[in-house]
């Protein structure tokens, strides 16, 4: 993920990263994207993911017998990738800038990742880029914050413990968020370092809301073609249709415009 689109603010929560993450169900996750990925005639297995932190988004689909790539801006989340699966290719690049990465069944970016992006010029750019990766055939699956999210996570304090270390979210939108809208919250990490005593690390996590005409003329303007839009459950099913006041994710499938050139 980018945080304030400066990998650095990462950098350093990277230690603390999977402790924060750690009630996420990336296997039921995977299962639900690889479902949907069938059901929309995807038969390869070659993924592609991007914005991938400490390699928790794609360990899932490595399991399933997926041939993967990765990327993320942060040098020390790609470290901690690594260690977890030292045979997956992993490139430090930004997602508005893709270098060529190869060719893939499916390209993905979850954990809200494109919501740290300023504006429908860089999501454009990032769709670019998934689209210069993509297989003829291929789809691309991604998520995004709902609007409920800036105006209940993005609005709300909260306090969580893993282990002997301590987050402090605080964040600053409001119950009545408008669509489109900005949003920031402060995450402090309390992590024991020696005894009795604790070292804080922060970052702050500026986001834009992207609803779904802004994400849909941006993957025209890229060159794809969303093909469904659904809801997440707690339980990390996918449901038809999203709603915006309903699900705090909305998951968006992609393909190759009809009438462009897939490349």
């Not at 230690?15 to 990336?26: E, I, K, N, V």
């Not at 801006?73 to 997956?88: C, G, N, R, W």
């Not at 999501?123 to 998520?143: E, I």
């Not at 996590?205 to 794809?224: D, I, K, T, Y």
């Amino acid at each position: 993920m980018i945080a304030d689109l400066n990998p650095s603010a990462f950098d350093a929560f990277a230690p603390f990263y999977d402790d924060f993450t750690a009630q996420s169900d990336y296997e039921k996750w995977c299962a639900e994207v690889v479902d949907l990925a069938r059901r929309c005639g995807v038969r390869g297995d070659r993924l592609l993911d991007l914005a991938c932190g400490t390699g928790n988004s794609f360990l899932p689909f490595l399991r399933r017998g997926f041939s993967v790539a990765a990327c993320d801006a942060s040098a020390p989340m790609l470290e901690q990738a690594a260690a977890k699966a030292p045979t997956v290719e992993l490139t430090r690049c930004d997602i508005r800038a893709l270098p060529d990465l190869g060719s893939f069944d499916l390209v993905t970016c979850f954990d809200d990742s494109l919501n740290y992006l300023r504006d429908e010029a860089e999501l454009t750019a990032a769709f670019a880029g998934m689209r210069a990766s993509l297989a003829p055939g291929g789809l691309v699956v991604f998520d995004v914050n709902s609007l409920l999210a800036y105006r209940t996570t993005f609005a709300c304090q909260s306090v969580s413990e893993a282990g002997e270390t301590l987050f402090a979210w605080r964040g600053s939108s409001s119950s009545d968020a408008r669509p489109g809208c900005e949003a920031a919250a402060v995450l402090d990490v309390f992590a024991q370092c020696d005894g009795e005593l604790y070292s804080r690390v922060t970052t702050v996590h500026r986001q834009r809301h992207f609803p779904r005409e802004s994400v849909v003329s941006s993957l025209e303007a890229a060159g794809l073609e969303c093909v469904s839009a659904h809801g997440v459950l707690a339980d990390c099913s996918l449901v038809e249709p999203a709603d915006e006041r309903v699900h705090p994710k909305v998951v968006y499938a992609a393909t190759h415009r009809r009438g462009g050139d897939a490349q």
